[in-house]
């Protein structure tokens, strides 16, 4: 397929995903949606950067960070994760945090909090 057909095609399969969730599901809540597709080098160079979007009730959390690795000041490596804190059955935030083995957290993002 060309470029142009694989953005369509990329388009209707995730465009779904952005749908309300009471049109996909009846009357289910869906609170979170996550999901995430790295690549270790963007077809246009630069970074990519975990997202996130309330829509409809849903929090949808894309949580690609490329990349997932960087140096640490430790002279090893640091690791991304993304997490999310559920307060019963409502996310309440979502985080981008790097990680080291020995130092625990040592950069922390709030990428989404709610009401905020």
Same mark, same amino acid.
Request: with cysteine; glycine share 12%; hydrophobic share 40%.
């Given at each position: @397929? ?10 209707? =399969?995730?465009? !779904? #995903?952005?749908?309300? /969730? %009471?049109? +996909? ?21 630069? @970074? ?10 849903? =929090?949808?959390? !894309? #949580?690609?960070?490329? /990349? %997932?690795? +960087? ?33 625990? =957290? ?7 909090? %709610?009401?905020?």
């Amino acid at each position: @397929r060309s470029g142009l057909e694989r953005r369509h095609a990329s388009r209707r =399969v995730f465009g !779904n #995903a952005f749908a309300p /969730p %009471r049109k +996909r599901l009846g009357t289910a809540q869906v609170p979170l949606c996550v999901f995430g597709h790295m690549h270790s080098r963007l077809a246009r160079g630069g @970074r990519r950067r975990a997202m996130v979007a309330a829509k409809d009730g849903t =929090v949808h959390v !894309n #949580a690609a960070e490329v /990349p %997932r690795h +960087r140096p640490s000041a430790f002279g090893d490596v640091d690791v991304h994760f993304t997490l999310v804190d559920l307060d019963g059955a409502a996310v309440s935030d979502v985080r981008g945090v790097w990680l080291h083995d020995d130092a625990g =957290v040592v950069e922390e993002r709030v990428l989404w909090r %709610r009401g905020g």
